[in-house]
């Protein structure tokens, strides 16, 4: 999508809308206080003059009531401490409220990250999209209430400001319109170039982060030792930043600069007007007080007119960029076209019909034309070399993928007309690259079915199948213990124990009619291993079963072996009718004896 550098009147909008949702009643209470403050600068200039004219009266009459310097005192007093007490007021409300922006915008965030469709994760132009909205989001929306609140304020006293000095000249309020617009101009400018500047430069922004990943990062951190990578990293670092910081110092050189120039332009003026009140006052026309709430009026005008080109451009930045939060926050959440459930129990079989599919920005097919009949209740095992497309079509039976071309069906029902949460609640998965949770070790089986009750004896059942109940029984608090090193008194698995933690989480989902294991026993010990297979019938009772697996044992469990080659299907057949054929299958088996 092309840039549109225009300030958009629906972003604006949006904003506020946005702001004003995550809380109505601080949106308000800001809104007030800072109307409030409005008036203040105004009361600040008739304190100044009543407080010289009177103390100026007591000088040059000593017979003069004192009254009127106590009433303007204790003005003073009551204006010094409503401007500080408002300040106070202002910030805490305003602190307030950014944290309920903030919590709304993370909502947003959350919410479009957990439903979007997965393969938006495997697009880098989807990457720049979420780097460029998490960066801005955090804080521009509030800040574009507080512009636009700030602009009201700043509006409402340079109104007041102006009235006050026009009375000197009416031509004032022109020639200070006139020695701003520069400001104002150059200001947009820059911003506008930022923004482009940015937007075309996201991608190596997120190098840099990634290469400071590498060298900060607890999962880079052991091969950055044993290969001393530190140095190597640390220059791809340093290069990428180094590029990055002088485009944008440059940037900013040239903005400073011409803000420079501009400001002598307004400065020249300031000083003509400064010249004339006091030719004003010299004359006799007006009095010292009057001369010096002129000077007050004109520094502060000067100094609101600033804010108020301030607030404007940085409305107009924040409106920019805010356009990558909503940029990210239109993608298209998956659509629920999937709204059947998955057949229970399913009737016949799982059916690819012609499938092929390609990556998101990939060229290449990474499965091809693909037609496989998986009857129900037997065990699949699809074997290849690397590359050859298995994960991929793990990853298409998972719902993560849609095909690119042709059909998946499971008994009449298209793979895509049902819903996600179907598909969850009847496929059962461990992936080769399974997580780890720093959570206990009782959750981590539970989040295998979050639908199921709290019942100890199915976490340890699970737990048993996967041969890690024992140790589980060993830890300091048992199943309670959280496992990793992320936080305090954790237990830390070896990988094979993880992969067993994550086998148990697959298997506590006993509701699952399919379930899939790819590369299920890669980490495991041959004990562990064994204990699997024998158990293997038992898990995959009245289930269909999909196991990836380079390893002869774990392939020997299937009914049927498919043999992929090239992201196509090359053979398929049972383990005796491959032998027999004599092809891909047998001089695999040959090869691993
Ligand atoms: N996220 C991705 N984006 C683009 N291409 C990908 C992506 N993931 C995999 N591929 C490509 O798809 C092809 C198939 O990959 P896949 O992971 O399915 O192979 P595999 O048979 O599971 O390999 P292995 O035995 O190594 O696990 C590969 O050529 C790979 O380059």
């Known amino acids: 999508m092309k840039p549109s550098n225009k300030l958009t009147l629906n972003h604006l909008l949006e904003t506020l809308h946005l702001v004003y949702r995550s809380s109505p009643k601080w949106t308000f209470i800001n809104a007030i206080i800072t109307s409030i403050r409005g008036f203040i600068p105004l009361l600040l200039l008739f304190v100044v003059k009543q407080l010289i004219d009177v103390v100026g009266t007591h000088v040059t009459n000593n017979t003069a009531s004192p009254e009127a310097l106590y009433t303007t005192l204790a003005l003073t007093a009551a204006f010094f401490l409503l401007n500080a007490v408002s300040g106070s007021i202002s910030s805490l409300v305003r602190e307030r409220q950014s944290h309920f922006v903030n919590d709304y915008i993370q909502d947003i965030i959350h919410k479009k990250t957990i439903h979007i469709a997965y393969r938006f994760?495997?697009?880098?132009?989807?990457?720049?999209i979420f780097y460029r909205a998490l960066n801005?989001?955090?804080?521009?929306?509030?800040?574009?209430?507080?512009?636009?609140?700030q602009l009201a304020q700043n509006t409402l006293t340079i109104i007041l400001l102006l009235i006050v000095l026009s009375q000197i000249h009416w031509a004032l309020i022109p020639i200070l319109a006139v020695s701003s617009a520069p400001v104002f101009y150059l200001r947009i400018l820059y911003t506008r170039r930022l923004y482009k500047y940015r937007k075309n430069h996201t991608e190596d922004e997120r190098r840099v982060h990634y290469f400071n990943r590498l060298?900060?990062?607890?999962?880079?951190?052991?091969?950055?030792?044993?290969?001393?990578?530190?140095?190597?990293?640390?220059?791809?670092?340093?290069h990428f930043k180094h590029d990055l910081r002088n485009k944008q110092w440059s940037l900013s050189k040239r903005k400073t600069i011409n803000e420079i120039a501009v400001q002598l332009f307004s400065t020249a003026i300031l000083l003509f007007i400064i010249a004339f009140v006091i030719k004003q006052t010299v004359e006799g026309n007006i009095s010292a007080g009057t001369m010096a709430m002129y000077f007050l009026a004109l520094q502060r005008a000067y100094s609101v007119l600033q804010g108020l080109l301030g607030n404007l451009s940085s409305l107009y930045e924040d409106n920019l960029f805010l356009k990558n939060f909503f940029e990210f926050k239109n993608i298209e959440v998956k659509r629920e076209v999937g709204t059947e459930s998955f057949p229970n129990p399913i009737i016949n079989h799982i059916k690819f019909e012609n499938v092929s599919f390609k990556y998101p920005n990939s060229r290449k097919w990474a499965l091809q034309n693909i037609n496989l009949t998986i009857q129900k209740g037997k065990t699949i095992a699809l074997v290849g070399e690397n590359g050859s497309g298995k994960t991929t079509l793990v990853k298409l039976l998972c719902g993560l993928h849609e095909p690119t071309e042709g059909q998946l069906h499971v008994d009449q029902h298209n793979w895509n007309n049902i819903s996600n949460s179907e598909l969850a609640n009847n496929i059962s998965v461990i992936f080769q690259d399974f997580m780890l949770y720093n959570i206990s070790a009782k959750e981590n089986i539970r989040l295998g079915n979050t639908h199921r009750k709290d019942e100890p004896e199915s976490v340890a059942a699970a737990a048993v199948s996967a041969g890690i109940d024992q140790l589980f029984n060993n830890l300091p608090h048992g199943y309670d213990t959280t496992l990793g090193t992320l936080f305090k008194d954790s237990q830390m698995l070896s990988r094979g124990e993880w992969q067993r933690t994550a086998l148990a989480r697959s298997f506590y989902n006993t509701d699952a009619q399919l379930i899939i294991l790819?590369?299920?026993?890669?980490?495991?010990?041959?004990?562990?291993?064994?204990?699997?297979?024998?158990?293997?019938?038992?898990?995959?009772?009245?289930?269909t079963a999909i196991i990836v697996s380079h390893r002869l044992s774990t392939i020997k469990l299937a009914d049927i072996i498919v043999v992929m080659k090239?992201?196509?299907?090359?053979e398929v057949g049972s383990p005796e009718e491959l032998i027999a054929q004599k092809g891909i299958y047998f001089q695999m088996i040959e090869s691993l004896k």
């Open 566 to 570: 090239n992201a196509s299907i090359a």
């Open 518 to 543: 790819d590369e299920p026993t890669s980490s495991l010990d041959a004990f562990t291993e064994a204990s699997l297979i024998n158990h293997f019938s038992d898990i995959v009772k009245d289930k």
């Open 121 to 128: 994760f495997e697009d880098s132009d989807y990457q720049n």
């Open 215 to 238: 060298l900060t990062g607890k999962d880079f951190a052991k091969e950055l030792r044993v290969f001393n990578l530190g140095k190597t990293f640390k220059k791809e670092y340093e």
């Open 136 to 149: 801005d989001s955090s804080y521009r929306p509030a800040r574009i209430f507080y512009s636009l609140l």
